[in-house]
């Protein structure tokens, strides 16, 4: 088994290995004395591993019930969680209980953030079964849902005690929804491992999963200890997104995956850096061949103009401008702030 441990103000471990998920609940009793557990899932995840689960929390004597809900992204919202709500409550939930976010990353984040605000808050445990939520939403505590107006906008920081990650998850995951972690996993290469994105070029992704899962989490690990609630540093796992949110708003957040919309936002923003003298000449054409290989997009139909414009409004904004993260090379990056009046000249050329 790989451990990563996080030091945040709770601190908690992150558990990698095959099969976890049926022994679920003998690690989960190591870190919650809660006499209930409420298993959180979607109608996708929960036919395939709840049972798994469940069983393995009542061999650990917790009392269990499962809340399933429609999966799909717009379920991602306010009202998902006042049903949550009721059913803690239809349950007898208390402030020592816990709840267990099995599925990708629309559960976990709804999942921690019903966690973060019911009775203000309980303890609750990260099951991702997507590759993006193993690589990247269930580490890091940032829980929330969507507004009508924009994703993400209501939410809590609050870390989950435990995260349990079984790669054998991934086997029944679509190429599609592999893909989308895939863009989360290319952008770590960007941002911090040369190593890593090396790899990705030479080898199969899907024949070096578990070195890959370990070596993101390590990164987003690092980055998150050292800036918890994102004031600073944390904005580097912001590369490739500013664009890639976006992508993903012009195309009515159904043509493209978020992974796929951020890979190709990272590919755009380095053109342009690339072209500007900032970025090492020929990075650009690595992330291409990259996406190429992957079976990713590497082009769009909308206008840079378009893009820019959907740029506002960009929860990243500060009162000052756009933080955009800019690469010198792979494996190396850093923020750089424009001001709204500048970003369109910024981008003209
Ligand atoms: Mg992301």
């Given at each position: 088994m790989k451990i990563v441990d996080v030091?945040?103000?709770?601190?908690?471990?992150?558990?990698?290995?095959?099969?976890?998920?049926?022994?679920?609940?003998?690690?989960?009793?190591?870190?919650?004395?809660?006499?209930?557990?409420?298993?959180?899932?979607?109608?996708?995840?929960?036919?395939?591993?709840?049972?798994?689960?469940?069983?393995?929390?009542?061999?650990?004597?917790?009392?269990?019930?499962?809340?399933?809900?429609?999966?799909?992204?717009?379920?991602?919202?306010?009202?998902?969680?006042?049903?949550?709500?009721?059913?803690?409550?239809?349950?007898?939930?208390?402030?020592?209980?816990?709840?267990i976010a099995l599925g990708g990353g629309v559960t976990g984040d709804m999942t921690?953030?019903?966690?973060?605000?019911?009775?203000?808050?309980?303890?609750?445990?990260?099951?991702?079964?997507?590759?993006?939520?193993?690589?990247?939403s269930s580490v890091g505590g940032k829980t929330g849902v969507d507004l009508p107006v924009g994703k993400n906008l209501v939410g809590a920081f609050w870390q989950p005690i435990l995260v349990l990650i079984d790669p054998d998850t991934l086997d029944t995951l679509p190429q599609k929804f592999f893909n989308d972690g895939m863009g989360e996993v290319i952008k770590y290469g960007c941002i911090k491992s040369p190593s890593l994105f090396k790899r990705l070029e030479n080898e199969n992704a899907r024949d070096i999963i578990d070195d890959i899962i370990y070596e993101c989490v390590t990164i987003k690990r690092d980055i998150v200890v050292n800036d918890e609630r994102d004031t600073g540093e944390r904005a580097i796992l912001n590369f490739g997104h500013t664009f890639g949110h976006a992508l993903e708003k012009l195309s009515g957040y159904s043509g493209m995956t978020h992974g796929e919309a951020v890979a190709l936002g990272a590919l755009m923003i380095t053109g342009v850096t690339e072209n500007k003298g900032i970025t090492e000449i020929g990075t650009c054409d690595r992330i291409f061949n990259l996406l190429k290989k992957y079976d990713m997009p590497f082009k769009t139909e909308y206008s840079f103009e378009d893009i820019i414009k959907a740029t506002r409004g960009d929860k990243k904004s500060t009162g000052k401008g756009l933080n955009f993260i800019f690469l010198r090379e792979i494996g190396t990056c850093f923020i750089n702030l424009i001001p709204f009046e500048k970003i369109e000249a910024f981008f003209e050329t």
């Open positions: 030091n945040t103000g709770r601190p908690y471990p992150i558990y990698i290995e095959h099969g976890i998920i049926g022994s679920a609940g003998k690690y989960i009793r190591e870190r919650s004395d809660a006499v209930r557990a409420v298993i959180v899932s979607d109608s996708n995840v929960a036919p395939i591993y709840a049972d798994r689960v469940e069983n393995s929390l009542k061999e650990n004597g917790f009392e269990t019930s499962v809340f399933v809900f429609e999966a799909g992204e717009e379920r991602k919202r306010l009202c998902t969680i006042e049903k949550m709500y009721s059913f803690f409550y239809e349950h007898d939930i208390t402030r020592t209980d816990v709840l921690g953030f019903a966690a973060a605000s019911y009775l203000r808050g309980i303890d609750f445990v990260q099951i991702p079964t997507s590759l993006l939520s193993q690589v990247d």
